[in-house]
């Protein structure tokens, strides 16, 4: 089970940083990934991150905002969110698979957690 948490509303340039907590498994060794949804929009990958590999996925547009770290003692992961655009504007997921998914494909994560909205104002 993955346990997202962390939305709100904040101002554009601000900050947020959503957490993404695990239970029944541990985060070692699995791909961890955030997704999202903006309004009528389709569900996009943002970051995938292997232990083992790093991040292998970042989508363009939230390079040098965005960055994924972990906190193992929590069995938690973590998406900051630095200088948010209008554009970041969505519900936001985090998913988990044991196997790599260097693509970050939404279809190959078996955990995904409830999403936690996230809504920037200009």
């Known amino acids: 089970q993955l346990q997202a948490s962390g939305g709100g509303l904040v101002q554009a340039g601000g900050s947020l940083r959503l957490s993404c907590a695990a239970s029944g498994f541990r985060f070692d060794d699995y791909t961890v990934g955030w997704f999202r949804q903006a309004p009528g929009k389709e569900r996009e990958a943002i970051i995938c991150?292997?232990?083992?590999?790093?991040?292998?996925y970042y989508v363009d547009s939230v390079q040098s905002r965005f960055t994924i770290s972990s906190d193992n003692a929590k069995n938690t992961v973590y998406l900051q969110m630095n200088s948010l655009k209008d554009e970041d504007t969505a519900v936001y997921y985090c998913?988990?698979?044991?196997?790599?998914?260097?693509?970050?494909?939404?279809?190959?994560?078996?955990?995904w957690g409830r999403g936690t909205l996230v809504t920037v104002s200009s």
């Open positions: 998913a988990a698979d044991v196997e790599p998914n260097e693509e970050c494909i939404d279809f190959l994560m078996l955990y």
């Open positions: 991150s292997r232990t083992s590999e790093g991040i292998t």
